[in-house]
């Protein structure tokens, strides 16, 4: 059976790419975000919806008898740490309303992303299990993590099927906005249009990323998992490979790209260090049977040839 798709927070980096890869197996797509698109090249209908307004969320699901909700609204680890109360209300406001809109109607199953945000050194992070201690370092992480136990909450008194996978920085050629992570693409992008690149992580922080095409697939995976093979309440971790900046730039030049990097540690290098250098995602590949496609030589390959 098909699904009808409601997706909320299209615009960002995954938005565009999640449409793609739902359209192409036949679901039914309606993309939303708070701001209208330049130009519609989504490739299906487009409504500007406030992940905020439970009632117009409610009334979009119950018009197009939606059947799973994509809630990608959210504002990410460095953006998030200018205004902490307003990535509280923004992150948790959204997450709630999706699942209050949602309870009761054809809505069967919300996909809600989590991050390697909900970390800390206390997780222990050279390589980080999926149940381990976690004291988030931005108000980003805490909402994750909240997010987290609440729809355990909600999947363990059967009010709503929640899935989540805690993803690392993702890789794509669409831009990614305000996460610690972002170095990634910019760097790509950098390289591609010839130019230098400052850092604002040091050369040596290593962080788990994954392509995003793999980031799809696993989300995919999940949702046609039956709920009876998913051994957890809350979300999963999920891993490709790691990098670091001054590995990601040669594998860049590996490619055949003059690159001049340049360092310039900022505040996100202290969210970085809090971060995961390895993700174990040993329970995902076992209840999902997924596994990766792309490594990082593929994936940047792959990335600049889209750019
Ligand atoms: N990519 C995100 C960030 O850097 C992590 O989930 O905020």
């Not at 309606?30 to 905020?52: K, R």
């Not at 805490?142 to 993803?167: P, W």
């Amino acid at each position: 059976m098909n699904n009808r798709v409601l997706i909320i927070g299209a615009l960002g980096q995954l938005g565009g790419i999640f449409i793609n890869a739902l359209l192409k197996r036949g679901d039914f797509v309606l993309a939303s975000d708070i701001h209208a698109p330049n130009s519609n090249t989504l490739g299906c209908d487009f409504i500007i919806l406030d992940a905020l307004n439970e009632k117009k969320i409610n009334e979009i699901i119950l018009k197009h008898n939606i059947s799973q909700v994509y809630n990608f609204a959210a504002v990410l680890s460095a953006k998030g740490e200018t205004d902490p109360m307003k990535t509280w209300e923004i992150n948790m406001g959204a997450f709630l309303n999706v699942v209050k809109a949602s309870l009761g109607t054809s809505v069967n199953c919300i996909f809600w992303p989590s991050s390697i945000a909900v970390f800390s050194e206390q997780s222990g992070l050279d390589l980080v299990r999926n149940e381990v201690p976690m004291f988030p370092t931005t108000m980003y992480g805490v909402t994750k993590l909240a997010g987290e136990k609440a729809m355990s909450y909600f999947n363990t008194k059967g009010l709503i099927d929640i899935r989540s996978i805690r993803f690392p920085g993702i890789v794509s050629s669409s831009e990614p906005g305000g996460g610690t992570t972002d170095y990634v693409v910019e760097m790509l992008n950098a390289a591609k249009q010839n130019m230098n690149y400052i850092s604002p992580l040091s050369e040596d922080t290593v962080l788990p990323m994954m392509h995003v095409e793999d980031a799809v697939s696993a989300t995919l995976k999940l949702m046609d998992t039956e709920r009876e093979k998913i051994s957890i309440s809350g979300a999963y971790n999920l891993g490709s490979f790691e990098t670091s900046p001054k590995q990601w730039s040669e594998i860049i030049a590996s490619l055949g790209y003059e690159l001049k990097l340049e360092f310039n540690e900022d505040f996100r290098q202290s969210i970085a260090d809090s971060w995961p250098k390895k993700i174990d995602d040993t329970l995902f590949r076992k209840d999902i049977s997924w596994l990766p496609k792309f490594d990082a030589k593929s994936t940047a390959e792959d990335i600049l040839r889209l750019i």
